[in-house]
């Protein structure tokens, strides 16, 4: 008696449906990274980008950790890949920090000095070294456009222009002290020296190829146009001037906002800074 069998051929629709969830799964893997549109985040590929980024050698030397975060924001790694800012996440040497036009975030880095990003920011960090044992270190951070208020650490504070901010139009020098910054390409940039959380007031440098000024009142401010041109003659803002543009950032930085929030920057652990400075964001969640 002969053996007869069938193959059962697949459906139509199965055949389809495999087919599409093959488009589907290589446009999710395009989809891997952040996307960037224009000059902002596209938030809503930041939402879909909440799976934990693998770390890669290649990011460089972790500094700091973010402290708070708004959607959304975003660190461009040395690598050239994205990854989606939260409370706790790591920064490195080499990263570019980005808000988008609604975002906003906190970095506190390994010498205890912050910087408070407003929306539509992006900022370079280009190198922090800090050895506490020996009281030496350096800090460099470049500002390529938006709204920021930096408070000076450790770094600041051991000698002057230890902690330098660079901008498309001048470098600012610090002397240990709470600043803002605001800058927009096509802009006159504004500097504007702040007082720190206990009162003081420090000092600025702020210097071009044309020339450069000290700021050392409490919101005494300068504009520089261009590299070319000398930053203005310092002069002090009104409160409402300084609310417009660096109210809202400055709020977020530590010991100047809610209750809720702590006094004083973290004490840092130096056998292991990232770690304590993560553990401490963590327990404030």
């Known amino acids: ?14 055949v389809f449906s495999m087919v599409a969830f093959a488009l589907t799964g290589s446009a ?15 938030s809503q590929s930041l939402q879909r980008h909440k799976a934990q980024t693998v770390k890669s050698a290649a990011w460089g030397i972790p500094i700091g950790v973010i402290e708070t975060v708004q959607d959304p924001a975003a660190a461009r790694h040395a690598d050239g890949t994205l990854e989606t800012l939260r409370p706790g996440s790591t920064v490195y040497r080499g990263d570019q ?24 920011s992006r900022l370079l960090l280009d190198e922090l070294v800090y050895e506490p044992a020996v009281q030496r270190g350096t800090e460099t951070i ?11 650490g ?5 000698q002057p222009d230890a902690m330098t901010v660079k901008t498309p139009v001048a470098t600012i020098g610090i002397r240990g002290t709470t600043f803002g910054v605001h800058y927009r ?12 959380s206990n009162g003081t007031v420090g000092e600025l440098s702020v210097r071009n190829q044309a020339g450069a000024v000290t700021l050392n009142r409490r919101h005494q401010a300068t504009r520089v146009a261009d590299l070319g041109t000398t ?18 950032a400055a ?23 990232i770690r304590q400075l993560q553990q401490d964001m963590l327990r404030q969640r």
Request: proline content about 9%; hydrophobic content about 40%.
């Open 28 to 42: 999710f893997a395009d989809q891997g990274q952040v996307r960037i549109h224009g000059d902002g985040i596209d």
């Open 154 to 158: 450790q770094i600041a504070k051991m």
């Open 185 to 196: 390409p096509n802009r006159p940039l504004t500097v504007m020296l702040l007082e720190d």
């Open 1 to 14: 008696m002969p053996f007869h069998f069938r193959i059962r051929l697949p459906s139509f629709a199965f």
């Open 251 to 273: 709020s977020k930085l530590p010991g100047r906002a809610t209750p809720r929030r702590r006094r004083n920057a973290p004490e840092i652990d130096h056998g292991n800074p």
């Open 142 to 152: 470049s500002v390529l456009k938006g709204v920021f208020v930096f408070a000076g």
């Open 97 to 120: 920090l980005i808000t988008g036009r609604t975002g906003s975030s906190v970095v506190v880095f390994e010498d205890q000095s912050t910087v408070s990003l407003g929306p539509d």
């Open 231 to 248: 930053p203005s003659a310092p002069a002090i803002l009104s409160e409402q001037e300084y609310g417009t543009m660096f109210g809202e």
